[in-house]
């Protein structure tokens, strides 16, 4: 048995219209609501188009002719393919473990190169110091350049720093400072190069474009010429689809419409579907219990000539089948003279019996009384005449083996 099969018909209605209402809102969320996603997402993801996005940094660095491609294995097996070209972008890691450290300690021991931005990204790296920041106010600043070094003449940056560097390595160089804090900080490691951002506005979709975001990128990265640039997207979480598009609002609501519709058919297959129970067997009522019951009945309804008419006609049925005749409309009198004939020893009081029987039951009884003693006159009558058809059927092989032994 189908589970469709066990639901009721009112039950199979309601759950069509509900998977057709939640397929319909899912359907309506994930048109009108992509873009408000996209926005609302903060991950510098190089798949997502929206304002935080980097999609735009990634296509641009792939048009210019950089050697580029998107990482979405454990950044461990990178490490085993790296070398001195390899330069692995990081924007706003997630989660990491010791693990992923050790495979960037070992790329920059090969000779590579790290860009990574956010205070997640700094705990990221080996001998990495980020921190929260102290003085930022998470407003948009303007970047102050510091030093001579190349990274510093990218030119006017714009960024909304989110963490600062705690500064006690001589190996550290701070680029670009934001209020006195440092934003851009370069500093070599084993054979490779890192460079840090606060943030990753510079490389978003909705600020690259700004002053020169995009010159700071390409300063941070490296010249074309003999660069890979691997674009990690391992530690963002995301796994990449048709279907990781529609996430947020449109797939927040089909899960809770799968779930409501879930809960809908248990509980509807289980209130037909639990323990059976039989119900309790009423004790039959004694003979006595039925008569009185019954007597009780008749009593209320006022219709002792009903109760004696079908007295009668049972009587009248049963003395004619007797008699070896069919069930047929006859007064009393004809009764009588039927019975006499067939059994001549019956009571000769048997006509006048009927008689009164009959007339009971055509002008009605007065009281119960009378029509219970007519009933038992009935009963006596039938009781004799059975009694001699008794007999008489006893009495038939004996004279027949008598009349052949003879």
């Known amino acids: 048995m189908s589970l469709l099969s066990a639901l009721d018909k009112k039950d199979r209605k309601l759950l069509f219209w509900g998977l057709a209402a939640g397929l319909v809102l899912a359907v309506r969320a994930g048109i009108f609501s992509t873009e408000k996603t996209n926005n609302e997402s903060t991950v510098p993801s190089s798949f997502l188009a929206g304002q935080h996005g980097a999609r735009a940094a990634y296509e641009t660095l792939a048009r210019d002719g950089y050697t580029i491609e998107r990482w979405e294995e454990p950044l461990a097996n990178l490490a085993e393919k790296s070398g001195p070209g390899t330069v692995v972008v990081i924007a706003e890691p997630g989660l990491f473990q010791n693990k992923d450290t050790r495979a960037l ?14 205070e997640q990204g700094g705990m990221l790296l080996p001998d990495g110091a980020s921190a929260s920041p102290e003085d930022f106010t998470f407003a948009a600043c303007q970047l102050k350049p510091e030093g001579f070094d190349p990274l510093t003449s990218s030119g006017e940056i ?5 963490a600062t560097w705690k500064l006690g390595n001589p190996a550290y160089r701070v680029e670009y400072t934001c209020a006195g804090q440092p934003a851009v900080v370069e ?91 039989a119900l309790p067997v009423r004790p039959r009522t004694t003979p006595v219990e039925y008569l009185e019951a019954l007597g009780s009945l008749y009593q209320k309804a006022g219709a002792a000539e009903t109760a004696l008419e079908i007295t009668w006609e049972r009587f009248r049925r049963q003395m004619l089948r007797l008699c070896g005749l069919k069930p047929t409309l006859m007064d009393a009198a004809e009764l009588a003279a039927i019975i006499h004939t067939r059994y001549p020893q019956s009571d000769p009081k048997l006509k006048d019996d009927l008689l009164a029987v009959e007339e009971g039951v055509k002008n009605g009884v007065a009281l119960p009384r009378a029509a219970l003693k007519l009933a038992q006159t009935l009963y006596r009558h039938q009781t ?14 004996e004279s027949e083996f008598g009349h052949l032994r003879g």
């Open 105 to 118: 300690r070992k790329i920059l021991d090969r000779g590579g190169s790290i860009l990574v931005p956010g």
């Open 158 to 162: 714009w960024m909304i720093p989110a």
């Open 187 to 277: 500093y070599n490691s084993g054979k490779g190069r890192v460079v840090w951002w606060a943030s990753s506005t510079p490389l978003e979709n909705g600020s690259i474009s700004r002053a020169n975001n995009l010159d700071l990128l390409l300063n941070s990265i490296g010249p074309v010429e003999g660069q890979h640039i691997y674009w990690d997207e391992s530690l963002h979480g995301d796994v990449r689809s048709v279907w990781s598009f529609s996430s947020g609002i449109a797939q927040t609501m089909l899960w809770y419409g799968l779930l409501a519709i879930a809960l809908l058919i248990i509980l509807s297959f289980s209130r037909r579907s639990g323990p059976l129970r």
């Open 384 to 397: 004799q005449i059975m009694l001699m058809a008794r007999a008489q059927k006893d009495a038939t092989p």
